[in-house]
Nanobody
Framework: QVQLVESGGGLVQAGGSLRLSCAAS????????MGWFRQAPGKEREFVAA??????????YYADSVKGRFSISRDNAKNTVTLQMNGLKPEDTAVYYC?????????????????WGQGTQVTVSS
């Protein structure tokens, strides 16, 4: 089992920045892919960004809606994945979830992830 704990959400004005962190514990050696999803009220959970890693390096992938504004990275020593969010917009308001799975192929379908954090609220005011 893998446990994920998110932190770093909050309230920010449009144009501001937030940094979300996801700390993994447990059988982290089984995980090669971690992603961020978000869910706004009344909407389906949607893919935000993902990072996979292997002996050949890291691969990142972003939803078009956040490309150029968000950046995902990882700290292998701390088993942590970070989502740096810049240029935030009111439409970025949602609960953000960290997810993880085995396998290095980038997945944007939330159903493909085995492990989930509890979520952290991000609110962007206009």
């Amino acid at each position: 089992q893998v446990q994920l704990v998110e932190s770093g959400g909050g309230l920010v004005q449009a144009g501001g920045s937030l940094r979300l962190s996801c700390a993994a514990s447990g059988r982290t050696s089984s995980v090669n892919l971690m992603g961020w999803f978000r869910q706004a009220p009344g909407k389906e959970r949607e893919f935000v960004a993902a990072i996979s890693w292997s002996w050949s390096g890291d691969i990142t992938y972003y939803a078009d809606s956040v490309k150029g504004r968000f950046s995902i990275s990882r700290d292998n020593a701390k088993n942590t994945v970070t989502l740096q969010m810049n240029g935030l917009k009111p439409e970025d308001t949602a609960v953000y979830y960290c997810a993880a799975r085995t396998g290095i192929t980038i997945r944007t379908d939330s159903a493909m992830y085995n492990y989930w954090g509890q979520g952290t609220q991000v609110t962007v005011s206009s």
